[in-house]
């Protein structure tokens, strides 16, 4: 239960912003259906996928009166279809760039993904396994930085693929620190003059494949790997491999602060929120999208299944990691499940309910903020679980 306060507070919750209070935005709203673009996404009415519309409109309100600060987006979609759709002015920040005002998201708007970048990586990672340009997850990653041997001893050389799909690496890492201070590791990894340098320099503080410890450079490694392995750059082969098939052509993804020719693969993409929403379809849909199977689906089942455990205030809370992926579990008195989702700070996030066939997608300008939990679970259990017909047998 704690876990999901934590996942949703991500999206619904920050101390309330000062700046808030000098703008004003009606809370007068109405259920519409989404709107139907020639953008591949097909939309239908909430009330004709037994969801109850009454429930999301109350929640569309409290977000309106700040009772739920900066959100930015918030989009439905269950049976394959898109039928909540709502976007909200705000705070906001551009990835590298900074304050970028107060701004009226809208349906067209690039919106930063931050670590949901990372979610994307692997996606390509997961194509050019099944495209033959990568053998095997398990390959050592030496094979692949050569020209850094000399930061790899006899340990370091057992580091694969899949331990940075899991960051399981074992390489020192903090990302515990807040952002804003130049101890966090990423911080130090986005000013360095050699990003991979940087990672692969740093000691090795557990066996690869035995701890998870959050990590960027696991992400950054992973586009220069693809890099290596296809011959084109990261954004390069996504918008080919990835992007292309699924239909999105509006996109940015940022370089590093100071290599201007090595994608930001950890945090540096920018999206539409309904193209965020095709990205989960995608995954929901174990890696089909129309007749071109994009990603194999065991591929999928991996990437959004717990492939090592993540640290837990509880022996009964079973936090896991996928390929850049993260799991918690949902945990109601006469209901459980698990939620895989792909997370990035600020209020980034795509949430795959996959026992009620339905994903959410989020966006926010909570950066850099405290978050607190408080009521979260509350407007969680009040407006977005009962909002499900088959949900209610479970909340009587």
Same mark, same amino acid.
């Given at each position: 239960?704690?876990?999901?306060?934590?996942?949703?507070?991500?999206?619904?919750?920050?101390?309330?912003?000062?700046?808030?209070?000098?703008?004003?935005?009606?809370?007068?709203?109405?259920?519409?259906?989404?709107?139907?673009?020639?953008?591949?996404?097909?939309?239908?009415?909430?009330?004709?996928?037994?969801?109850?519309?009454?429930?999301?409109?109350?929640?569309?309100?409290?977000?309106?009166?700040?009772?739920?600060?900066?959100?930015?987006?918030?989009?439905?979609?269950?049976? &394959?279809?898109? /039928?909540?759709?709502? @976007?909200?002015?705000?705070?906001?920040?551009?990835?590298?760039?900074?304050?970028?005002? @107060?701004?009226?998201?809208?349906?067209?708007?690039?919106?930063?993904?931050?670590?949901?970048?990372?979610?994307?990586?692997?996606?390509?990672?997961?194509?050019?396994?099944?495209?033959?340009?990568?053998?095997?997850?398990?390959?050592?990653?030496?094979?692949?930085?050569?020209? $850094?041997?000399?930061?790899?001893?006899?340990?370091?050389?057992?580091?694969?693929?899949?331990?940075?799909?899991?960051?399981?690496?074992?390489?020192?890492?903090?990302?515990?620190?807040? $952002?804003?201070?130049?101890?966090?590791?990423?911080?130090?990894?986005?000013?360095?003059?050699?990003?991979?340098?940087?990672?692969?320099?740093?000691?090795?503080?557990?066996?690869?494949?035995?701890?998870?410890?959050?990590?960027?450079?696991?992400?950054?490694?992973?586009?220069?790997?693809?890099?290596?392995?296809?011959?084109?750059?990261?954004?390069?082969?996504?918008?080919? $491999?990835?992007?292309?098939?699924?239909?999105?052509?509006?996109?940015?993804?940022?370089?590093?602060?100071?290599?201007?020719?090595?994608?930001?693969?950890?945090? &540096?993409?920018?999206?539409?929120?309904?193209?965020?929403?095709?990205?989960?379809?995608?995954?929901?849909?174990?890696?089909?999208?129309?007749?071109?199977?994009?990603?194999?689906?065991?591929?999928?089942?991996?990437?959004?299944?717990?492939?090592?455990?993540?640290?837990?205030?509880?022996?009964?809370?079973?936090?896991?990691?996928?390929?850049?992926?993260?799991?918690?579990?949902?945990?109601?008195?006469?209901?459980?499940?698990?939620?895989?989702?792909?997370?990035?700070?600020?209020?980034?996030?795509?949430?795959?309910?996959?026992?009620?066939?339905?994903?959410?997608?989020?966006?926010?300008?909570?950066?850099?903020?405290?978050?607190?939990?408080?009521?979260?679970?509350?407007?969680?259990?009040?407006? /977005?679980?009962?909002?499900?017909?088959?949900?209610?047998?479970?909340?009587?």
């Amino acid at each position: 239960m704690k876990a999901i306060v934590r996942i949703l507070s991500f999206v619904l919750a920050s101390f309330v912003l000062i700046s808030c209070h000098r703008h004003y935005r009606s809370t007068a709203y109405s259920y519409v259906t989404p709107k139907q673009l020639s953008d591949g996404l097909p939309v239908d009415a909430m009330y004709n996928n037994g969801m109850d519309t009454g429930k999301i409109v109350a929640l569309t309100k409290l977000i309106l009166n700040n009772t739920y600060p900066n959100i930015h987006s918030m989009l439905i979609l269950r049976h &394959g279809k898109l /039928i909540y759709e709502n @976007y909200f002015a705000g705070e906001d920040e551009v990835v590298g760039k900074g304050y970028a005002g @107060y701004v009226n998201h809208t349906i067209d708007d690039l919106h930063d993904c931050r670590s949901v970048s990372k979610s994307f990586t692997s996606a390509c990672i997961g194509i050019a396994l099944k495209q033959g340009f990568i053998k095997s997850i398990d390959e050592p990653i030496f094979s692949y930085f050569k020209e $850094y041997a000399k930061y790899f001893d006899a340990s370091k050389r057992k580091i694969t693929i899949r331990n940075l799909l899991t960051m399981t690496s074992g390489l020192k890492w903090d990302e515990n620190t807040p $952002y804003l201070d130049p101890k966090n590791s990423e911080i130090q990894m986005d000013g360095s003059d050699d990003p991979v340098q940087f990672i692969l320099s740093r000691k090795l503080t557990s066996v690869p494949g035995t701890t998870w410890n959050y990590s960027g450079g696991s992400a950054t490694l992973l586009g220069e790997i693809l890099r290596k392995a296809t011959g084109e750059r990261l954004d390069q082969f996504a918008r080919k $491999y990835l992007f292309a098939p699924l239909g999105i052509k509006k996109y940015t993804w940022e370089p590093m602060l100071k290599d201007k020719d090595m994608t930001a693969a950890a945090w &540096g993409l920018r999206l539409r929120s309904r193209d965020l929403a095709k990205f989960g379809l995608l995954y929901m849909n174990d890696g089909k999208w129309g007749n071109t199977q994009v990603l194999d689906t065991d591929w999928v089942k991996q990437s959004l299944s717990a492939q090592v455990l993540r640290p837990s205030e509880s022996p009964k809370i079973v936090r896991g990691y996928g390929f850049q992926f993260w799991t918690d579990p949902l945990t109601l008195p006469r209901y459980k499940t698990d939620f895989p989702f792909a997370m990035g700070r600020g209020g980034q996030l795509i949430i795959f309910w996959r026992s009620m066939d339905i994903v959410l997608v989020f966006t926010g300008g909570n950066y850099n903020r405290n978050i607190t939990g408080s009521d979260i679970y509350t407007a969680f259990t009040h407006y /977005i679980v009962p909002s499900v017909k088959e949900m209610q047998p479970y909340l009587k």
